[in-house]
């Protein structure tokens, strides 16, 4: 199984920082990487595809970029709805899907 | 709208069952895979379980092989799972997720576009 490893675990950033959250797969992976938003209480939602495609309806602050085994997560300007926890998850070798352990973004 | 809503959860002890649904509806059910993901309480997400369009193809995470099975109905827009044997340390929140194709030339892209409110399993003594 390709394990998924993300860092850092959990990060304080206040609005308007420039935030970036890495996502490292075990074995290469091409460019098959999502990203995830989960809000407490709330199901995830898909912000990224294929390691860099905007989900429609997604903010363009959210970008996404790497492939092979390392992947990045960037928001450029942190707004208040943003602080929730990201998740990656890995599409390339299934079964299993597998996700990260999740990168809690907090309000400094 | 699209949509997906879970039932089903609830407490049941060690040893138990339970089935949990997922009503599809705002989309054409027929045309997507689908997948069980899982939270346990404070922690990160695991997938569970997933089953092709037509329901021929299905996978299990080996945490859950021979004790889980997932189903589908396209006629009346549903997913399944039939949760049998059920131990401590399946509590969580079961999420269904659609399953979306992205293309990109020759390639297509998985991801899980879709997801449904999410509904609470205990299992407790």
């Known amino acids: 199984d390709i394990q998924m490893t993300q860092s850092p675990s959990s990060l304080s950033a206040s609005v308007g920082d420039r935030v970036t959250i890495t996502c490292r797969a075990s074995?290469?992976?091409?460019?098959?990487l999502n990203w995830y938003q989960q809000k407490p209480g709330k199901a995830p939602k898909l912000l990224i595809y294929?390691?860099?495609s905007l989900q429609s309806g997604v903010p363009s602050r959210f970008s996404g970029s790497g492939s092979g085994t390392d992947f990045t997560l960037t928001i450029s300007s942190l707004q208040p709805e943003d602080f929730a926890t990201y998740y990656c998850?890995?599409?390339?070798?299934?079964?299993?899907?597998?996700f990260g352990q999740g990168t809690r973004l907090e309000i400094k | 709208e699209v949509q997906l809503v879970e039932s089903g959860g609830g407490l049941v002890q060690p040893g138990g069952s339970l089935r949990l649904s997922c009503a599809a509806s705002?989309?054409?059910?027929?045309?997507?895979?689908m997948n069980w993901v899982r939270q346990a309480p404070g922690k990160g997400l695991e997938w569970v379980s997933y089953?092709?369009?037509?329901?021929?193809?299905?996978y299990y995470a080996d945490s859950v092989k021979g004790r889980f099975t997932i189903s589908r109905d396209n006629a009346k827009n549903s997913l399944y799972l039939q949760m049998n044997s059920l131990r401590a340390e399946d509590t969580a929140v079961y999420y269904c997720?659609?399953?979306?194709?992205?293309?990109?030339?020759?390639?297509?892209?998985?991801?899980?576009?879709?997801w449904g409110q999410g509904t609470m399993v205990t299992v407790s003594s």
């Open positions: 997720a659609r399953d979306s194709d992205h293309r990109d030339g020759y390639i297509y892209y998985d991801a899980f576009d879709i």
């Open positions: 705002g989309f054409t059910f027929s045309s997507y895979e």
């Open positions: 089953i092709s369009s037509s329901g021929s193809t299905i």
């Open positions: 074995q290469s992976i091409s460019s098959y």
């Open positions: 294929a390691a860099s």
């Open positions: 998850q890995q599409s390339y070798s299934t079964p299993p899907v597998t």
